[in-house]
Nanobody
Framework: VQLVESGGGLVQAGGSLRLSCAAS????????MGWFRQAPGKEREFVAA????????YYADSVKGRFTISRDNAKNTVYLQMNSLKPEDTAVYYC?????????????????WGQGTQVTVSS
């Protein structure tokens, strides 16, 4: 599985962005998908995950209520809608995939990663 993120950019605090992650391969619908981020000088952290069917989603407490993860299996794409952005959301955002549960996405090493897309939120 190859993953390519897009949609990052510069936005003012309080604004919105939607990230996309396009996956190659015909088995996309069998993978749980997740978003992670890494800010300068910090470790990569879990942001959100979604099950293969889209029926289960999980979020980090820091983004709950502001970010929404979704997927379109017909388009082999997962999305991260980010609203009410804060300067502390500034990071490189990565998409990841694995044949596991959405709940486990933030807890175990994952098989596939994208190259990342930069999100910068100005104050």
């Amino acid at each position: 599985v190859q993953l390519v993120e897009s949609g990052g950019g510069l936005v003012q605090a309080g604004g919105s962005l939607r990230l996309s992650c396009a996956a190659s391969g015909r088995t996309f619908s069998s993978y749980a998908m997740g978003w992670f981020r890494q800010a300068p000088g910090k470790e990569r952290e879990f942001v959100a995950a979604i099950s293969w069917s889209g029926g289960s989603t999980y979020y980090a407490d820091s983004v709950k209520g502001r970010f929404t993860i979704s997927r379109d299996n017909a388009k082999n794409t997962v999305y991260l809608q980010m609203n009410s952005l804060k300067p502390e959301d500034t990071a490189v955002y990565y998409c990841a995939a694995d044949r596991t549960t959405a709940q486990a996405m933030g807890l175990i090493p994952l098989d596939y990663w994208g190259q990342g897309t930069q999100v910068t939120v100005s104050s």
